[in-house]
């Protein structure tokens, strides 16, 4: 097995790294605390291909690997896991409507995501159902031009931001196969927002509730079968676990090179910080979880881009294993830095505040252990 990415995944991996430090990282704090990610980021992001970055290259996307798209976010979280967060979304958004729309659907919403001229939103989780998320309650009622949509959507990233909203709706009986996913648009009469939750982390991107109130939505934005929408959520977890998880690798690997930087510099009892072994020791076992979580998530890219039969049950385990990893990299790296580490000035209480949430969403980290073992139990 060999462990060496391509020569083309370095370049990918650059590029991100690349556009993140000159586009994101400057300005990073100043998002957070505005509360909001300028929307003319989004079209620089978008004319590099990152917007549809395993939308197929026929549907004008990038065409590229599950394990690439892992490199896009780590290398993008080393400047800011919120905003590389909010772009996994859009491209899980970009790549269900690739998959599932019909040509028309695509031809009409897809050329301006790709640009990012317009930004999408996943919206499933509602405030009564999160893990079990098949017992939403969202209603999608027949109408002569299509459907009304009433209901209330949680947590949703972009909520009041976005232009479009994947919104996972029941259209028939209880359970998984009554659901279907249709695409609300902003300025749909109805269609509504909460107001701006006050987070722990993830700062910069604007969450909000998503409140439809008979929306009225053309069978033409019903993506792919009725009754299928549950299944294709599914679908997209997969990959979407492996790059919050490359989110989290990112983000402890910038928050390791920056405590290397500081403990090179920072002198305690006459020597500086990296002369006393005990330190050492702390640097090293952090080195050895991180590299140990990297291999992790790159194997379980590997088996979803081949269709390995465990492969959902090693992205699960990846999702759990690498975002607690990195939490506990960026919490040692924190107290490596001492009473800096806790003053925003440093960047790593941000990390750290932004990881945490990384082991909730996605499927919380409980559920990962359920899949693991479940599959486990059947075998």
Same mark, same amino acid.
């Given at each position: ?50 917007a ?5 290259? /026929?549907h =004008?996307?990038? !065409?590229? #690997?599950? +394990? ?5 976010? $780590?290398? *993008?979280?080393m ?54 998320a ?12 299509g ?6 959507k949680?947590?949703?990233?972009g ?13 028939? /009986?209880? =359970?998984?196969? !009554?659901? #279907?996913? +249709? ?5 749909? $009469?109805g *269609?509504?927002y909460?107001?701006?939750?006050d ?32 299944t294709?959520?599914m679908?997209?977890l ?45 640097l ?12 992790? +998530? ?55 505040r ?26």
């Amino acid at each position: 097995m060999d462990f060496a990415l391509t020569e083309e995944q370095t370049a990918i991996f650059d590029m991100a790294y690349d556009v993140g430090q000159a586009e994101i990282a400057p300005y990073a704090r100043t998002w957070e605390a505005d509360g909001t990610i300028p929307r003319e980021l989004w079209p620089k992001l978008g004319a590099l291909g990152l917007a549809g970055l395993y939308v197929p290259e /026929e549907h =004008g996307g990038s !065409g590229l #690997s599950r +394990l690439d798209a892992t490199l896009v976010f $780590e290398a *993008l979280s080393m400047a800011c896991p919120s905003v590389a967060a909010f772009l996994s979304i859009h491209n899980m958004c970009a790549k269900m409507i690739s998959s599932f729309g019909d040509d028309a659907l695509r031809d009409r919403m897809l050329p301006s995501a790709l640009t990012m001229e317009s930004v999408l939103s996943y919206c499933l989780t509602e405030p009564g159902s999160g893990s079990d998320a098949a017992a939403l309650k969202t209603r999608a009622e027949r109408s002569n031009e299509g459907y009304t949509v009433t209901g209330t959507k949680a947590f949703i990233s972009g909520g009041g931001y976005s232009d479009a909203y994947i919104v996972m709706s029941r259209t028939g /009986e209880d =359970g998984p196969k !009554g659901v #279907s996913a +249709l695409i609300l648009e902003d300025g749909m $009469e109805g *269609l509504t927002y909460g107001g701006l939750e006050d987070k722990m982390g993830w700062r910069s991107q604007p969450t909000r509730q998503v409140q439809m109130d008979a929306v009225a939505v053309p069978a033409t934005n019903l993506l792919g079968e009725e009754g299928k929408g549950f299944t294709y959520a599914m679908m997209g977890l997969d990959g979407g676990r492996l790059n919050i998880a490359a989110c989290s690798l990112g983000a402890a690997q910038a928050a390791l090179d920056a405590t290397l930087a500081y403990m090179k510099e920072r002198k305690a009892f006459g020597k500086s910080l990296t002369e006393f072994q005990a330190l050492q020791f702390r640097l090293a076992e952090l080195e050895i979880e991180l590299q140990a979580a990297r291999v992790f +998530l790159r194997q379980a890219a590997w088996k979803l881009d081949t269709g390995a039969p465990d492969a959902t049950k090693h992205c699960a385990m990846a999702k759990k294993f690498v975002t607690e990893a990195g939490s506990r990299i960026v919490d040692g790296c924190l107290q490596l830095h001492g009473g800096y580490g806790y003053l925003a000035d440093y960047g790593i209480e941000k990390l750290s505040r932004d990881l945490r949430v990384h082991q909730i969403l996605e499927g919380t980290n409980e559920i990962m252990r359920l899949i693991v073992a479940r599959d486990m139990l059947r075998a």
